[in-house]
């Protein structure tokens, strides 16, 4: 079983967002399981404070060293195993489609979702093995970023999709997009499904979805073609 371990201040944004889906499905079905932990629980101030005032002066305020370390060692305690601790930030590293796989071998991730101008750098030197970003943008904090490496993750995990098939033949997959699909009906507004969809002849319906796709990478995302 892969584990996940998520630390955040927003315990409850995840309530939902694992009930559905192959999510959900791969927790009953015991191939992952999802531990939410509360940052403040970890924290020894008044009021479960975790943040304070950057040093230097700026804008903002910064997750302290002290409520992280309390919170990483606890877990590490609980699953006694070997952990990966990951730091969700747009100066990490960025996800994409080949190096999930990296993941794939892991058996216990500890996310740590930050906020606000980020957490403690020592924290970042000292405790955390990776560093990853879901692209070149800023969000809030790393709680979407977590849901997105689980997801990407978890679907990638034997036994998880119906169709082992699926895998093979999505997007990115063979540094190529995937090709058009269609469903019923035949007919649309004057739009129809292609015929050779509905011939029946599945050598030429596979040339021509690698048509399609190798097509549809060269106008979307010509750089996966150079690749």
């Keep these: 079983m892969m584990q996940f371990s998520i630390v955040t201040i927003f315990p409850k944004m995840f309530d939902n967002i694992f009930q ?19 940052l403040r629980n ?23 060293f002290a409520p992280l370390f309390n919170a990483v060692t606890e877990i590490k305690k609980i699953h006694k195993k070997n952990s990966v601790v990951i730091y969700l930030s747009p100066q990490g590293k960025l996800l994409n489609h080949k190096n999930i796989q990296h993941f794939l071998n892991i058996k216990h991730l500890i996310f740590i979702c930050g906020r606000y101008q980020g957490v403690d750098e020592r924290f970042i030197r000292n405790q955390v093995d990776e560093e990853w970003s879901v692209g070149n943008y800023v969000l809030t904090g790393g709680e979407l970023p977590a849901m997105i490496f689980i997801d990407t993750i978890t679907r990638l995990l034997p036994g998880v999709l119906n169709n082992k098939n699926s895998l093979l033949n999505e997007t990115f997959s063979k540094n190529l997009l995937d ?16 015929k050779i969809l509905l011939s029946g002849n599945h050598k030429k319906i596979k040339q021509w979805r690698l048509q399609k796709s190798f097509k549809n990478t060269l106008t979307k995302k010509p750089n996966f073609i150079n690749k």
């Design 179 to 194: 090709c058009p699909h269609y469903t019923r009906p035949k007919k649309i507004n004057n739009m129809s499904v292609p």
């Design 20 to 38: 559905y889906g192959i999510i959900n499905r791969a927790i009953k079905n015991k191939i992952i399981s999802i531990n939410i932990f509360n």
């Design 42 to 64: 970890f924290s020894t101030m008044k009021r479960k404070k975790v943040d304070d005032k950057i040093y230097g002066g700026g804008p903002g305020m910064l997750i302290m």
